[in-house]
C-alpha cells in the first residue's frame, strides 16, 4: 500500500500519479488535499510519513509546490527517509543506499512525464542491504 499526500501545490501533479498507480495496479490511500484551494503542506506530510511509520503503508510519495516543505516536514518524523528527487539518478540512489520511505517532488518543478517516471524507479528499486548502508542509515537514528 502506497500513501500519498499533496498540497495545493501538488494537487495537480498528483492526479497524474494516481492515474498511473491505478494503471499499474498498485494499491494506495490518499491523505488529501482533494483541490487546488490554498492549504497547509504540513498537514499531508505529517498524514502520510505516520501512515509509514505505523506500518499501514510501505512506502509514501508527497508533493507540494517544490518538494521541500513537504519533505522537510515529513523527515522531522523519527524513521522517516523521505528524499526529494527530481531526476531518475536520485530515486534509484535514495532506493539502494538510503533505504528511502517516501518521496517527495515539487508539482511546479517537475512535468507530469518525468515524474511518472520517478516514481517508477522509486517505487521498482529494491534497497542494496549493504552493509555500509545499513550502518549509516543506522546512524541517521542515533
Ligand atoms: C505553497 O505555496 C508552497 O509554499 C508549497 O507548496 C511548497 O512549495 C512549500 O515548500
Redesign the pocket.
Known sequence: MIAIGC????YELKKEILKHLEGRGLEYKDFGTDSTA?CD?PVFAKAVANAVVSGECETGILI???????S?TANKIKGIRCALCHDCFSAEATRLHNNANILAM???IVGAGLALKIVDTFLDTPFSNDERHIRRISQMED
Open positions: 498540497d495545493h501545490g501538488g490554498s503542506y507540494c509546490g517544490t518538494g521541500i516543505g513537504i522537510i515539487g508539482g511546479r
